[in-house]
């Protein structure tokens, strides 16, 4: 018998103070709670900053050494001010249209001048939606929200590269703002966001194939078509002119995408350790695979080759970086070297648009090859989800998943930006005077050149 009582004691106890004093299984439950970690929050902070140095200064270098002298300051200070713009608009509105629950097209208002950010608990994406919807965090909404920032930033950035050379400021100015809210934010919410249409859809995107590079390349193509070519274009010489800035770019962007990639499981765990791997991978596949193109088609590699590939490779292991494994990694980034190299230098040529810096051929054009073969090379080992799985673990049908959320990221993209531009076009005005475009952007829009 005393046995069974020593035996029995401490269930007896347990019992016996929930009774007398409940307070202790909440304390218990608090003490379950979810809680900020910090390691989590320190590599997601190291994160945003990686993903600002892409655009600053590492876009802006990037483009900027690909352009005529007359033009690089101009170039540079696209990249710098968009970058000071998206920050205010995500600010004001951004952050609560692309990332509350309001519906399953549109975020609410109620992040409005970031009103009622979580503070001192783990943000929980899509709150409010149920366990089987909402995605819990170890990070502080503060730090999610400036992550995201960073993304709405370089993404409009991007486009900038398919006019350079002839667009107003004013002009580039009203239509980056108006774009990041009317095309940014609602695709960022339809993949992104638990209640999107797109995420409803199981559409895979981890780190912005569709919101980022299909949606920015084909904004910039359809710029530059609105546009119009530079004048004296394809017979003038448009050589880029300093190739060292741009390789500088280059490698800020590769080593600033780790903290889009990885940065992009928002913890410091074995899923950010993969997406790192697979990007650096990817990235080193397609920068050999456009060299070796060129070398074969041209007779010589170039430094543009070779930096163009890098790019192209890290814009297609995008989308698939938290999902597919080392040899996904490889494929997805020889593909996307071949196809990125024949889209900005055969089809261009073909069609004869003037994609200036290849905006569509490079981040449209990757970003389609990378969300496809997401659909191709998904793993469930690296994602831990079932429903996370592509063709080659058993789900063929994530392939067609994929090409409606590609589909849906051009049509919308396509249509609001033609819309977004021809109304600027109607008030202000989109090009430069010729003058202006001749002498150089630089002296014309800003008083100022390299000498």
């Known amino acids: 018998m005393s046995r069974l009582f020593l035996l029995a004691a ?42 600002l ?56 208002l109620s992040r409005l001048f970031l009103n009622g950010m979580n503070l001192t608990t783990p943000f929980v994406l899509g709150d409010g939606l149920g366990k089987d919807l909402a995605v819990a965090t170890t990070i502080p909404e503060s730090v999610f929200m400036m992550f995201q920032m960073t993304f709405a930033i370089i993404t409009p950035a991007l486009i900038a590269g398919a006019f350079a050379d002839r667009m107003k400021f004013s002009a580039m100015l009203v239509f980056i703002g108006l774009w990041s809210l ?52 394809p017979s003038e010489n448009f050589s880029p002119h300093n190739l060292v800035l741009s ?13 889009f990639n990885a940065g992009s499981a928002n913890a410091a765990n074995y899923r950010a350790g993969m997406a790192m791997t697979v990007t650096q991978i990817a990235t080193a596949a397609a920068a050999f695979a456009w060299m070796f193109s ?37 494929v997805i980034g020889l593909v996307a070297g071949v196809v990125c190299y024949i889209s900005a230098t055969a089809v261009k040529g073909a069609l004869g648009y003037d994609d200036s810096l290849d905006c569509f051929g490079v981040h449209g054009v990757g970003g389609i090859v990378g969300a496809l073969l997401t659909g191709v090379f998904a793993k469930q080992v690296i994602s831990g989800v079932e429903a996370q799985r592509g063709l080659i673990d058993g789900n063929a049908g994530q392939v067609l998943v994929q090409l409606q959320g590609i589909a849906y990221t051009i049509g919308w993209t396509a249509i ?23 002498d150089g952007l630089d002296l014309g829009l800003h008083g100022e050149a390299i000498h």
């Open 247 to 259: 390789m500088i770019g280059a490698s800020l962007l590769w080593v600033g995408w780790f903290g």
């Open 53 to 108: 140095l892409m655009t600053i200064p590492g876009l802006a270098l990037f483009y900027g050494g690909m352009v005529r002298k007359m033009n690089v300051l101009s170039t540079v200070m696209q990249s710098f001010a968009i970058t000071c713009l998206v920050t205010i608009l995500w600010y004001v509105v951004g952050y609560s249209l692309a990332f509350t629950n309001g519906n399953a097209y549109i975020g609410d």
């Open 10 to 51: 401490p269930f007896l106890a347990a019992i016996l103070a929930t009774v007398v004093c409940p307070g202790g299984a909440f304390a218990q439950a608090a003490a379950d709670a979810p809680k900020i970690d910090s390691g989590d929050t320190a590599w997601m902070l190291t994160s945003t900053a990686l993903v």
């Open 416 to 438: 609001a930006s033609f819309v977004i531009l021809k109304a600027i076009d109607l008030v202000i005005g989109l090009r430069v005077d010729e003058d202006i475009e001749r």
């Open 182 to 233: 009317v095309v940014y934010a609602p695709i960022a919410h339809w993949v992104w966001q638990p209640n999107g249409f797109l995420s409803s859809a199981g559409v895979l995107d981890f780190a912005g194939g569709t919101v980022v590079h299909i949606n920015a390349g084909v904004a910039g193509l359809v710029a530059a078509l609105v546009l119009g070519k530079r004048k004296g274009y």
């Open 294 to 330: 060129e070398w074969v088609t041209k007779g010589k590699p170039s430094v543009l080759g070779i930096i163009s590939g890098a790019v192209a490779g890290l814009v297609a292991i995008t989308p698939a970086s938290g999902f597919v494994d080392p040899t996904g990694g490889l």
